[in-house]
């Protein structure tokens, strides 16, 4: 089966740095994604990491290790905005096929 | 550029109707996506074009799901005979060979309640 594992729940204060997890199992693999959906909002995209290694875009960054099937979502300076969920997706095959989500993170920053 | 849009944004069925909802992807776009989500979960796929060719569909999709990309523009994404199960919200996206196909941009979505 597929199947990817993130935490349900992290907390944080505004100005911290928290990590999410993503541990894969899939069938395939081409590459990781990053995505934040905002209650009641579409999924947007933030990162992609087809390579080993760590991408960083602003105040997030995002790290792939392909032998372990392991990625993490470093958010850094939180803000209260970034309060959302956020999903681990993997593409089991070629980029632009399917994307297998996780169940998703759900961030609360307080101040 | 003014994003991927679906309509209707809601749709209140009663178990045993028929529905349609149709995504418009950002204009030049090639791939358009269809997934489901319900509440706590991510979003799942459910089926793929480029352009107007099907090229993939989840084994979720069974015989009372179809999903057309007639001209390679919009889409539409039909249930037939609605359960109760079907109820969640349906997402569509899009992507672009210009972007190498990485990034999905996604609709609001149409949030499906059958009773």
């Known amino acids: 089966g597929q199947s990817l594992e993130q935490p349900s729940e992290v907390t944080a204060v505004e100005g911290a740095i928290v990590q999410i997890n993503c541990t894969y199992q899939t069938s395939g693999f081409y590459g990781l994604s990053w995505y934040q959906q905002h209650d009641g909002g579409a999924p947007t995209f933030l990162s992609y990491n087809a390579l080993d290694g760590l991408e960083e875009t602003g105040r997030f960054s995002s790290f792939l290790s392909r032998s372990d099937s392991y990625g993490y979502l470093l958010l850094q300076e939180l803000q209260m905005k970034d309060s959302a969920s956020y999903f681990c997706a993997v593409s089991a095959n070629q980029a632009g096929t399917a994307l297998i989500f996780g169940k998703g993170t759900t961030l609360s920053v307080s101040s | 550029d003014t994003g991927v849009s679906q309509d209707p944004r809601h749709k209140i069925t009663k178990r045993g109707q028929n529905v349609t909802f149709r995504c418009d992807p950002i204009s030049e776009h090639n791939r358009l996506y269809w997934y489901r989500q319900t509440l706590g979960q991510g979003p799942e796929f459910l089926t793929y074009?480029?352009?107007?060719?099907?090229?993939?569909k989840s084994r979720l999709l069974s015989d009372r799901f179809s999903a057309e990309r007639p001209k390679g523009s919009f889409s539409t994404l039909e249930i037939q005979r609605t359960e109760q199960g079907d109820s969640a919200m349906y997402l569509c996206a899009s992507s672009s060979i210009k972007d190498g196909f990485y990034e999905q941009y996604f609709g609001p979505g149409t949030r499906l309640t059958v009773t």
């Open positions: 074009f480029q352009n107007e060719a099907q090229l993939e």
